[in-house]
């Protein structure tokens, strides 16, 4: 199973809107996908509980007795996971995940702000016998800005490489308040964003 854990110790960085939606990606892929919200806030499961019928199917946890596991056959497990993440839960998020995606801000403040963290987890995930793959992407870019070339500029500095950078706009915030992701609308309305994305779906689907 494909595990892919979206963490950053900082909050207000995009985890939920970054998880919705590479979970819609897969559940239009035809795949069947879970997205488990570890937050405490839940704003993926709040999400989840807004999407309308006749979608593609995207599943939450099973509750058995006073434990959540994910529902049996699901093949890709996307983790929303909450601001603060450190320590034991730091540790078995890596344990699980093929994949630890880790989105920031497109603000030098931020970048530095999350650096220790992507530190972190860089020493935790080489302790395993079987690494993640680790990816940075930057959310709410605002494409030819100074802030946005300075954010490049700072992370090439500390020798990480975005993923992938997806643009600001209001797309992600409208549709996320109906349950939708970028994969449920018209290609019209989101083409440039789909545009944007494919760095990071050709990264996840490397072998």
Do not use: C
Not at 21 to 40: E, K, P, S
């Amino acid at each position: 199973m494909s595990v892919i854990v979206v963490a950053n110790a900082k909050g207000g960085v995009g985890k939920s809107t970054l998880a919705s939606n590479l979970a819609g990606y897969l559940a239009r892929q035809g795949r069947r996908v879970m997205l488990g919200d570890t937050d405490a806030q839940q704003s993926a499961r709040q999400w989840l509980n807004q999407r309308p019928e006749g979608l593609p199917l995207i599943e939450s946890w099973e509750v058995d007795g006073e434990r959540l596991r994910s529902p049996k056959g699901v093949d890709h497990l996307v983790l929303d996971t909450p601001a603060g993440l450190g320590g034991k839960a730091l540790e078995q998020a890596v344990a699980v995940a093929t994949h630890v995606i880790v989105p920031l801000q497109p603000s030098p403040f931020d970048a530095q702000a999350s650096l220790p963290f992507v530190r972190q987890l860089q020493k935790v995930a080489a302790r395993r016998s079987k690494a993640p793959a680790l990816g940075v992407v930057v959310m709410r870019n605002k494409e030819g800005t100074q802030s946005s070339q300075q954010v490049q500029m700072f992370l090439a500095g500390a020798g990480l490489s975005p993923v992938a950078a997806l643009r600001d706009t209001q797309n992600y915030v409208q549709l996320a308040a109906r349950g939708l992701t970028l994969w449920d609308v018209g290609l019209s309305r989101v083409e440039r964003d789909l545009e944007q994305w494919q760095p990071l779906l050709a990264w996840l689907a490397a072998p």
